[in-house]
């Protein structure tokens, strides 16, 4: 729900833009898809990673 | 914008002490006892490295008229840059999802502990977007304003802890002496307030002079010493034991003060203004993510990055909000430690690559 909740309010100020450049255009939705879908499965899946979980995969044999 | 001698100084102090402040005193009681004191002033020394890092670094960026998201190319190359700027928007958004789910733990199991985390992250994620939303300059305002309100409530507070203090336990600090994790004491001191190369991110709206390392050695100082006397406090009125279980000694020292009457009841009002200083630091983070990636994607208009990077923060912290136990024994980790001491290590990899690459070479006039 969190999720989804910024996600509308980011297409929401994405629509209020009035130049917006192709370049532009198809990163945004890229960058938008991509976190959508990650924090979907964030907030709805139990097992799904969180960012401490990275960290210690990546440095926790320290 | 409008800028003034002081006003890195006003905003570095906000933003470097208001975690620390918070959060950063019992896992230090607990790991270092009655020896806190020479990890924090070890690690303040530190910071004095780092941060002569930091403005060495900015000058060359400050000195080419262009923001450091665009220079450091020039420093690290086009690659090694962008996979840094890549790491820092991950970092950033990261400490934005830490700083909301602590405050989420600390507000709910105080103030409103039959009111669900996910509401209470909502709440603090929409606060921190449309703050991040005013732009750099309105942050640099809003801090100048809360400076003065957050040094009166600091030392409010120091003085307010000063009368139920046990002295008695001062000799303690000289005569323990168990330096096995010093070291690792250090880092973890470095890993909360060694986050310097973050001020990179004022360029180009604020210049990098000598005034610059100025205003951050002086708001190291004064982070230092206000951590290292509220550290002190909390111990003489808590001792070792206890001071490392209770998890908010400011606030437990607030509302056990033997004052009455407004002063004994004023946990609201500190916490009011602490929040403030909060959402400034995390609208700080929000607007260095937004930096990084507009850079590296191309993006100029930053409004929906903003929605979009602290949705996700807001999600990570509701994500440690489903297991709060992991969550607390992940950020004792030394892994984690290790981590946040990387990140804080950038300006002194950029130093090194800007020395080898003769950055600082000056150029023969012909």
């Known amino acids: ?62 | 914008m409008r800028t003034t001698s002081f006003q890195t100084f006003r905003f570095s102090s906000i933003y470097m002490l208001t975690i620390p402040l918070a959060f950063m005193i019992p896992p230090l009681i607990s790991t270092s006892g009655y020896q806190g004191w020479i990890a924090m002033l070890i690690g303040g020394a530190v910071n004095v490295v780092l941060i002569s890092c930091t403005y060495f670094v900015g000058k060359l960026a400050s000195n080419s008229g262009q923001s450091w998201v665009v220079y450091g190319e020039q420093i690290a190359g086009k690659w090694g840059h962008r996979a840094v700027l890549l790491l820092l928007s991950f970092w950033s958004i990261y400490y934005v999802s830490l700083d909301m789910e602590q405050f989420t733990l600390f507000y709910g199991s105080i103030y409103m502990k039959d009111t669900p985390p996910w509401f209470i992250l909502l709440l603090v994620g929409l606060v921190i977007m449309i703050t991040a939303r005013w732009g750099f300059s309105t942050l640099i305002y809003i801090a100048d304003g809360t400076f003065i309100l957050i040094l009166i409530g600091v030392l409010f507070l120091l003085l307010l802890f000063i009368g139920d203090a046990d002295y008695q336990m001062l000799p303690a600090l000289l005569n323990h002496r168990n330096f096995t994790n010093l070291f690792t004491d250090v880092l973890s001191v470095i890993s909360w307030i060694g986050e310097w190369f973050i001020f990179l991110f004022l360029l180009p709206h604020l210049n990098f002079d000598k005034n610059t390392l100025r205003n951050l050695l002086l708001a190291n100082t004064m982070v230092t010493v206000a951590v290292l006397l509220t550290w002190l406090l909390v111990l003489l009125n808590f001792g070792v034991h206890y001071g490392s279980q209770v998890k908010y000694p400011i606030l437990q020292l607030i509302r056990g003060t033997s004052f009455t009457g407004l002063l004994g009841n004023a946990d609201p009002l500190f916490i009011g203004i602490w929040a403030i200083s909060m959402i400034i630091h995390d609208a700080f983070l929000v607007y260095v993510g937004v930096s990084c990636l507009g850079h590296l994607f191309k993006l100029k208009e930053t409004r929906p990055l903003i929605s979009i990077l602290t949705g996700t923060a807001t999600v990570a912290a509701f994500q440690y909000s489903q297991n709060t136990t992991q969550y607390q024994k992940d950020l004792s980790e030394l892994g984690f430690i290790a981590f946040w001491v990387i990140i804080n290590s950038i300006p002194l990899y950029y130093l090194l690559l800007a020395l080898v690459r003769g950055k600082f070479r000056r150029k023969k006039s012909t």
């Open chain 1, 1 to 62: 729900m969190l999720a989804i909740c910024f996600a509308a309010i980011a297409l929401f100020e994405w629509k209020q833009l009035h130049n917006k450049p192709a370049q532009g255009k198809k990163a945004f939705w890229w960058l938008f898809s991509l976190t959508l879908v990650w924090n979907i499965g964030a907030n709805f899946i139990s097992w799904w990673p969180n960012p401490n979980r990275f960290i210690l995969y990546l440095l926790g044999w320290i």
